[in-house]
């Protein structure tokens, strides 16, 4: 069993910094992936940045050039350091990791970030 805790988000004016992170504990030999996603009020859930074992990054198109997402492989461990945050940016951050050999993601419980204008 895997279990995963996220920290960080809060309330922040536009412009300002959050950094998110994902402490991930159970029986973990290695993690494949981390990936951050979020869901804002009445949209769907949204892929916004995901990290490989070889450090490989993916991020959404709306957060290039502000989000970064990294890890700490020994510490099992990711975050999301987002900055030049947008209104638009707020909902609810969902962490995951995927194991290898394990077909399902595991979830966070997920951290809000809310952005004001």
């Known amino acids: 069993q895997v279990h995963l805790v996220e920290s960080g988000g809060g309330l922040v004016q536009a412009g300002g910094s959050l950094r998110l992170s994902c402490a991930a504990s159970?029986?973990?030999?290695?993690?494949?992936?981390i990936a951050w996603f979020r869901q804002a009020p009445g949209k769907q859930r949204e892929l916004v940045a995901a990290?490989?074992?070889?450090?490989?990054?993916n991020l959404a198109d709306s957060v290039k050039g502000r989000f970064t997402i990294s890890r700490d492989s020994g510490k099992n461990t990711g975050y999301l350091q987002m900055n030049s945050l947008k209104p638009e940016d707020t909902g609810v951050y969902y962490c995951?990791?995927?194991?290898?050999?394990?077909?399902?993601?595991?979830w966070g419980q997920g951290t809000q970030v809310t952005v004001s204008s």
């Open positions: 990290v490989n074992s070889d450090g490989e990054t």
């Open positions: 995951t990791v995927r194991l290898p050999g394990v077909r399902s993601a595991y």
């Open positions: 159970g029986t973990i030999f290695s993690i494949n992936v």
